[in-house]
T-cell receptor, first 113, second 114 residues
Framework: KAGVTQTPRYLIKTRGQQVTLSCSPI?????VSWYQQTPGQGLQFLFE???????NKGNFPGRFSGRQFSNSRSEMNVSTLELGDSALYLC????????????FGPGTRLLVL | GDSVTQMEGPVTLSEEACLTI???????????LFWYVQYPGEGLQLLLK?????DKGSNKGFEATYRKETTSFHLEKGSVQVSDSAVYFC?????????????FGKGTRLSVIA
């Protein structure tokens, strides 16, 4: 069974730009969660999508948004990028609320200059 | 809210030494507990998990026992290898508490030298 895939793996953007990251979950999984990892804040939850609906949201500004498609693939978008948005963005497949284990993708490393 | 506390790193060990990384948690319900590992430049990999008290998770020589009385889930390995060098994260989820995400500790960096 293929694992969680994320594209692109690396991105370099400048302040003020926007970015879209993509995640494809494990086949059969309908839940996708997004986490941000930074050296200072560690791993922080962004949001979870299940069956195309946002089910849970972390404490991030509205510049961070996401969506999920009918094939369970998810995208997250960050608008008006700030230097502090530089991070590893991790996508996880699996619905914790149903007792499933979350499996993570390799992440997208975003650098904002 | 729920939280996870794990020992600060970095931890540096010689090959074949014993490893213990401490992890304690605070949760309102009955969480499931996890250890994830992150190798340099990669995402998180599930190392092991335990879903109820006294369960022991094990994988690749690593073990951790869910201790409800001490709210702990310490990671142990009897003989570490250079290839175990990575960052280890303790985490919990509490599905009975609703739509809660994984809550992670801050991570412990392990370096194993030959």
């Amino acid at each position: 069974k293929a694992g969680v895939t994320q594209t692109p793996r690396y991105l370099i953007k400048t302040r003020g730009q926007q970015v879209t990251l993509s995640c494809s979950p494990i086949s059969g999984h309908r839940s996708v969660s997004w986490y941000q990892q930074t050296p200072g804040q560690g791993l922080q939850f962004l949001f979870e999508y299940f069956s195309e609906t946002q089910r849970n949201k972390g404490n991030f500004p509205g510049r961070f948004s996401g969506r999920q498609f009918s094939n369970s693939r998810s995208e997250m978008n960050v608008s008006t990028l700030e230097l502090g948005d530089s991070a590893l963005y991790l996508c996880a497949s699996g619905r914790l609320a149903e007792g499933e284990t979350q499996y993570f993708g390799p992440g997208t490393r975003l650098l904002v200059l | 809210g729920d939280s996870v506390t794990q020992m600060e790193g970095p931890v540096t060990l010689s090959e074949e030494a014993c490893l213990t990384i401490n992890c304690t948690y605070t949760a309102t319900g009955y969480p499931s507990l996890f250890w994830y590992v992150q190798y340099p430049g990669e995402g998180l990999q599930l190392l092991l998990k335990a879903t109820k008290a006294d369960d022991k998770g094990s994988n690749k020589g690593f073990e951790a026992t869910y201790r409800k009385e001490t709210t702990s889930f310490h990671l142990e390995k009897g003989s570490v290898q250079v290839s175990d060098s990575a960052v280890y994260f303790c985490a919990l989820s509490d599905p009975l508490a609703g739509n809660t995400p994984l809550v992670f500790g801050k991570g412990t960096r392990l370096s194993v030298i030959a």
